[in-house]
Nanobody, 115 residues
Framework: QVQLVESGGGLVEPGGSLRLSCAASGSIFRLRAMGWYRQAPGKQRELVAR???????DYAGNVKGRFTISRDNVKNTVYLQMNSLKPEDTAVYYCNTAPYVYDYWGQGTQVTVSS
C-alpha cells in the first residue's frame, strides 16, 4: 500500500520561501519519477516539478528558477524548495509519481502567498 504525506505548507508573504516535504511509504519510491503538483481554486491540477529516480529535474515554466525539487532515496522523501513566492503560487500542493497514479493522491498541503 502506497501512502504519500505532504507537509510544510503555510502562509507566507510575497517574496518569501517555503520548503515542502513528501514522505512516501511503500516500495515505489526509489524506482519512480516523482512530481509536485498544485491545484489553485477553480483551476485544474498542474505538474510544477518533476524528478527522476536518478535525480534529473524538470519544471513548469512559471516556477523555473524559483522552485527546486530534490529527493532523498534513503528517507523516501521528496522536497520542494520554493523561493520568491508570488500570490499566484497560492494552491494546495500534492506529490505523486510522475505521471501520477490516481490512487496515490494524498491530502496535500496548503500554500498561501499573501501580504
Amino acid at each position: 500500500q502506497v501512502q504519500l504525506v505532504e507537509s510544510g505548507g503555510g502562509l507566507v508573504e510575497p517574496g518569501g520561501s517555503l520548503r515542502l516535504s513528501c514522505a512516501a511509504s511503500g516500495s515505489i519510491f526509489r524506482l519512480r519519477a516523482m512530481g509536485w503538483y498544485r491545484q489553485a481554486p477553480g483551476k485544474q491540477r498542474e505538474l510544477v516539478a518533476r524528478i527522476t529516480s536518478g535525480g534529473i529535474t524538470d519544471y513548469a515554466g512559471n516556477v523555473k528558477g524559483r522552485f527546486t525539487i530534490s529527493r532523498d532515496n534513503v528517507k523516501n522523501t521528496v522536497y520542494l524548495q520554493m523561493n520568491s513566492l508570488k500570490p499566484e503560487d497560492t494552491a494546495v500542493y500534492y506529490c505523486n509519481t510522475a505521471p501520477y497514479v490516481y490512487d496515490y493522491w494524498g491530502q496535500g498541503t496548503q500554500v498561501t502567498v499573501s501580504s
